[in-house]
């Protein structure tokens, strides 16, 4: 069973920098996705990073190429979200999500396809004042 669990967000003002975490668990070989969405109240929810795990390869979207850079770290199994200059219109929930099947079938991520993104996890909130 896979399995996500987020940390790291909170609350800073424009400018400021987060961290978040996403711990993955249950697969059995490093050939999966995982990316990162956020909803804010009222919007859909949106991909803004994506990280092939087997191969390194990132992919950002255009709202924070640049400012959010995000990682790996292999023998934790985790993958790292920074977010450096952080901007109000940057609050929203933020939820990591993984792929397994995908990437397997294609041999790439699914660029922030919802539906192709069977794993979720819990949702952090960042949250930006000005």
């Not at 294609?106 to 949702?123: A, E, F, H, M, V």
Request: aromatic residues 12%; contains cysteine; charged residues 15%.
């Amino acid at each position: 069973q896979v399995q996500l669990v987020e940390s790291g967000g909170g609350s800073v003002q424009a400018g400021g920098s987060l961290r978040l975490s996403c711990v993955v668990s249950g697969y059995r070989y490093m050939n999966y996705c995982v990316a990162w969405f956020r909803q804010a109240p009222g919007k859909e929810r949106e991909g803004v990073a994506e990280l092939y795990v087997g191969g390194g390869s990132t992919l950002y979207a255009d709202s924070v190429k640049g400012r959010f850079t995000i990682s790996q770290d292999i023998a934790n199994r985790t993958v790292h979200l920074q977010l450096n200059s952080l901007k109000p219109e940057d609050t929203a929930m933020y939820y990591c999500a993984a792929d397994g099947a995908f990437v397997v079938r294609t041999g790439t991520c699914p660029r922030w396809d919802i539906n192709k993104y069977n794993y979720w996890g819990q949702g952090t909130q960042v949250t930006v004042s000005s």
